[in-house]
C-alpha cells in the first residue's frame, strides 16, 4: 500500500482511498475518510480548492480493511456469535443467546502479536452476556494489510473457534434460608428476593424456598426435602456465616447424606463460600455477601456450573487472581476501614425547600408540625445527625418562614429566586453551593420527615469517590427512594439541569453506575404531598417521586 500526500491534478487518483474527512466549500457537505474516490469527487475537491490530499492506494498483495477485518472475524467466531457487517476496518462480534462468553486467550494474543495493523478486543472471560451483546470487536487500522497477515490469522487461529457463548443450562433450584430469634423478616425477604433474581438472570428459578431455624437437624431436613423433590442444585444461606466444616450448613449436609468438597475461596466478597454433594446434586453454601446481587464469588462459581464446567477445589482455587472484587456496601466488616476514600470522604447535603405546596391548599408544608417538629427541620434534623458534614438549605416560597422553622440549626441557607421555574433551579442552586473539597453530595427533599439517619448513614457507608459506582440510591420493598447521594463526577451535570426536572433525569444516562442500597426504613418512599399522607405518616406509602 503506498500511502501519504499527492497533487490533486496527479494521473491516477482515481480509485485511492481517502486518508481523512474533507469539507467542501458553501456548504456542499464533506468527503469522508475512507471513500474511494471518484473522478466526481476529485472534481468537487478541486472546485473547493484543495491542492493536495492524504490518500492510500493498494497495490498486489494488498487486501482492503473492511475484506480484512471480516475475514479475522470469521476465524474468530463460533456459531453461538454473529458478526456485524465490516465498516472503516471495524467488525463488531455478538452474542447470539444467553450465556458466558468463553475465549482462548493464548490464540487471540497470537493473533494481535501478528502485526501491529491489527487489534482484537473482547470483553472479560466468563462475562455473562445477553442475545445481541457485543462480545468483541476486530479493528484493522490501516487501510488495507498484506495477504501474507491474512495467511498467518489462519495458521494461528485455525479450525477452532477463540470466541465462544457458552449456553446456561435451565435448573430448578431449591433454597434453604435458616434464621435465629429476633432475625428481621425483611432481611429473610430480601435474601429470598436477591436468590431468585439471581437465578432469574441466569435463565433458571427456584423451585422450593425452605425457610428453619438454624440448627443442623432443621438444616439436614429442609436439605433431604428438596433433594426429594428433585432439586438442583441446592443453595443454603444460612443466619450466620460458615466459619468451619463443624458449622451448622457443613453438618446439616452431612447429616443428609452429602460431602462437603470445599469450604472457602480467595474471591473477596465471596470467602465463605462452601462447596458440596449430595448424590449427583450440587450443594452451595452462600457466603452472605450472596444477600446482595453485587457481584462476588458465588456467582462466579454458580455461572461456571450453569454451563456445566466441573466445579471443584481446582476451579476454586484458581480464582484469586482477579479475585479482589468491588467491595459490597453495608457488610458488616468493610475492607479498609482506614482507606482515605472511606474515612475521609466529604459527603455535604442538599435539601431542597423552596417549592410551593401547592396540594397543600393554603398551608406551607415544610412549616407544619410532624411529631412536635417543623417538617423541614426534622428532615435537617436528621441529616445533621447523620455522617454529613455540611447541610445547606435551599429556599424559596416563603423564605422567612422556612428560615425561621430553622432557626437555630448549624445550616447553610441559600435562597433560590427562580424556584417558580422548577426543581432544577433549586438543585442548581444547592450544588453551586458546595464548594470545590466535597466529594459527594446527598440530594434531600424537605417533604420527607421520615428518612433517618440510619438511612443516611448507610448511604455514606456505601458511597466511594473512586469507584464506579457513583450514585447511591436506597431502596424499600423493592422501590426506588430519596434522597440520593451523587458523586461529585456528576455536578456538573446537576448544574446543568433545566425546567421542572428533577436528578432522576440522569439515571437512564448512568445506569451503570447506579448502586441501590437496601434500607428498612419506609421513610424513603414517604412524601407528604396532601393533608391526608401528612394524617397516615409512616402508614402511607407515598409516591417519593418530586426528584
Known sequence: MKFGAVDIQAPGLEGSILAHTLRLRSGAGAIKKGAILTAKDIGRLRESAYTRIVVARLEDGDVHEDDAARTLASFLRHPSIWASPASTGRCNLHASHLGLLQIDRDRINAANRISESTTIATLPEYSLVRPDTMVATVKVIPF????????????????????RVAPLGRFQAGLVLTELPGMSQALLERASRAQRARLSTLGSEVRREIRCHHSREAVARAIESLRDEGCDPILLLGASAIVDRGDVIPSGLVDAGGEVVHLGMPVDPGNLLMLGTLGDRTVFGLPGCARSLNPSGFDQVLRRHFIGEPVDSTLITGLGVGGLLKEIPGRPMPRNLTSPSRSHKQIAAVVLAAGESRRMGDANKLTMIVDGTPMV??????????????????????????????????????????????????????????????????????????????????????????GELSIFIPTFGRKRGNPVLWGSQHFPELLALAGDVGGKALFHRHAAAICYVDVESPGVNIDVDTPNTLLDGKNRPGRSGDY
Open 377 to 466: 427541620a426534622r428532615v435537617v434534623d436528621e441529616l445533621l445527625a447523620s455522617r454529613a458534614e455540611r447541610v445547606i438549605v435551599v429556599t424559596g416560597h416563603e423564605r422567612e418562614r422556612i428560615e425561621e422553622a430553622l432557626s437555630g440549626r448549624d445550616v447553610d441557607l441559600v435562597h433560590n429566586p427562580d424556584y417558580e421555574e422548577g426543581i432544577a433551579t433549586s438543585i442548581r442552586t444547592g450544588v453551586a453551593a458546595l464548594g470545590n473539597d466535597v466529594h459527594g453530595v446527598l440530594v434531600a427533599l424537605g417533604d420527607m420527615p421520615w428518612v433517618s439517619a440510619e438511612v443516611i448513614d448507610r448511604l455514606v457507608d456505601a458511597f466511594t469517590s473512586d
Open 144 to 163: 488495507s494489510v498484506p495477504e501474507a497477515d491474512v495467511a498467518k490469522w489462519r495458521v494461528v487461529l485455525g479450525d477452532l473457534p477463540a470466541l
